[in-house]
């Protein structure tokens, strides 16, 4: 029994020391290059698998052979050396200088050796006569597996019902070296409820309770003070830890690229909820920190088969393929500050919801400052709802990019704006995107809107800057309202409801109806758009003058010296000889009438095609090109003003 008893012991420590965080070590150590804001977020990156779709192996990866090596020599019976023993009144046995030893009797150059200074074993009674309680002092663990040397200390660990539901850990101060100038480490780290939903735990090649088959599951394992170190000089620390719920199985699955079992591969929880505050990172003369990130379920749950969006992210991000299943319920981060030669940037109350590698379903951030050298940028009250990443780009020849494929059904921006050293440069404000009822790549309801568009001088033309000078403006300021839909039936794109308005200048409503787009085009952009033959019909411009056509005149005049009146008049005499390229006479003479009215008393400006029948672009396109006089006879244009 005590032999027994001290082995559990022993044993128990190096499995929960090597295997059963081995996936989280292993993580931190292959992840040296990762931003800590992707760290929380993302599942911790293993070495990569064999793709079923290469034929090209993968390297092995060194850590987990060590990992092998020394699972393999924990599965070996162990010799134990126990230096001392003492029974105390109240019944705990205490051990001094114990030693367990397990070697490969195959491979003489691997072993593995735990020495402890002090072990108190205190067996339960009565109701309780199952439990083992186990306290051990000055542990060190020590060997040599896969060519590399195996080093762990541990000041104190205590465990509690060894041989029940329910293992406890503190395992302060254990600083790890897997690789040369790599140092992963921490202050303190505590563990509690590793626990099996049936009671099996195998302890090198005993059985201590045979009732089923294990899965670890912490209830809570709290790190404080972790570090990260490697030889390129980055440095990553993290305040503290806290994880509930987490799979150690499902995640040391995930890591060897093994097979997710039945049960756990529906909604399997790798962790309930997870807390980690105080990250930072240093690269160079860059730091990055995280206050707090906040993260609720992080499961595993298949993509639906053939979801090639999923599969092209993951691909462009170098996700491994057993990783890909991984979903986040939410993440809440308080604060993230990124410090470097390009200047700052913080990012405030953040909230994900939905996250997996096709998409999210919003996001949310409250505040976001780029202060760069010269120039600052705020971002306020960013909301995007339902986002799919969709496929990657491909060329479609002559240059063109095709339509990537990614959707967003509603994006909101409360405010974004800019400063530079000589004051304000854009101030947008109430930008509302929304994009439904998806057909292939495409959404059939477009819907967009800016409340505020501000421009400063400082980013206009010469030219619209002296406009905005003559009309006494200190800001050229607009809104806009975009609107289209795709009507299967008819087989047509409609814009209607379409405004762009700029405040003290005017305002301009666009009509119009796109023939001949078919639901085939939606579906295969690149094999259909070669044979569509889209048309134009029901072109509808209509501007009202709200003081632009007043300021251009008299911004004209001013540069040339004369009062605005005399320039007028010169104007509309010239009017005629801006049409007299088009051939028919009597639609000159409306479009020269209609120009001079409208100048002469600037209200309303109408352009209408007068064709009900659809004109194919593609001779619109030629017309521009080649003879744009003629567009007016093509589409029946006419022109009237109010």
Known sequence: ?????????????????????????????????????????????????????????????????????????????????????????????????????????????RSLVVTVEAIDVKPGSGAAASRLDLALSNAALRGTAAGQPVSIAIARADFRSLTGFRLDAALPGAPISRHPGVDIGWSEARIEGLAAEAVGMTVGARTVATSGVVRRVVQSLVAEALTHRTPDGT?????????????????????????????????????????IEGV????????????????????????????AGAASLADRLNIPVRFRDLALESADLATMTFKGSVGTIVASDMALKGLAYTGFDSLAVARVVVDEP?????????????????????????????????????LVVGRLASEGPTGPGFDLADADLSMRYPVGNFPTIFRASVGRLSLWPTLLPDGLRSVLTASGRDALTASATLNLSWQDVQEEISIDGTEFRVDGFGDLAIGAVL????????????????????????????????????????????DAGLDSRTLKERIISTVPFVFESIPDKITRSRFAFALASFINNPSTLRLMSGRSEPVALEAIRDKLETAPQDLPDLLRLELTAQ
């Open 1 to 109: 029994m005590l032999a027994r008893s001290v082995r559990a012991g022993a044993s128990v420590l190096a499995i929960s020391a090597l295997v059963g965080l081995a996936p989280v070590q292993s993580a931190l150590a292959q992840t040296p290059s990762q931003s800590p804001a992707a760290q929380p977020v993302v599942a911790p990156t293993a070495p990569q698998p064999t793709d079923p779709q290469t034929t090209a192996p993968e390297p092995t990866d060194p850590l987990l052979t060590l990992l092998t090596d020394v699972d393999a020599l924990l599965r070996q019976t162990p010799s134990l050396t126990v230096g001392r023993s003492e029974r105390q009144p109240d019944g705990t046995l205490g051990l001094g200088s114990v030693m367990l030893r397990w070697e490969d009797p195959q491979r003489p150059a």
């Open 235 to 275: 440095q990553t620390g993290i305040d503290r830890v806290t994880l509930q719920g987490f799979d150690v199985d499902l995640l040391q699955r995930l890591a060897d690229g093994a097979p997710v079992p039945v049960d756990r591969a529906k909604s399997g929880v790798l962790v309930a909820k997870a807390e």
């Open 280 to 307: 930072e990172q240093e690269i160079g003369d860059s730091s990055t920190r995280l206050d707090r990130i906040r993260l609720n379920a992080l499961a595993h749950k298949p993509r639906l088969s053939g979801d």
């Open 374 to 410: 010269g120039t600052k940028l705020t971002l306020e009250r960013f909301q995007a709802d339902d986002v799919d990443f969709g496929n990657s780009t491909e060329p479609a020849g002559d240059g063109q990019i095709l339509y990537s494929g990614f959707k967003v059904e509603k």
């Open 515 to 558: 023939t001949g787009i078919p639901r085939g085009l939606l579906e295969d952009y690149a094999g259909m758009v070669g044979e569509v033959r889209p048309g134009l019909r029901n072109l509808s411009l209509l501007y009202t003058d709200k003081g632009l056509t007043v300021a251009i005149i008299d911004s004209i005049a001013a």
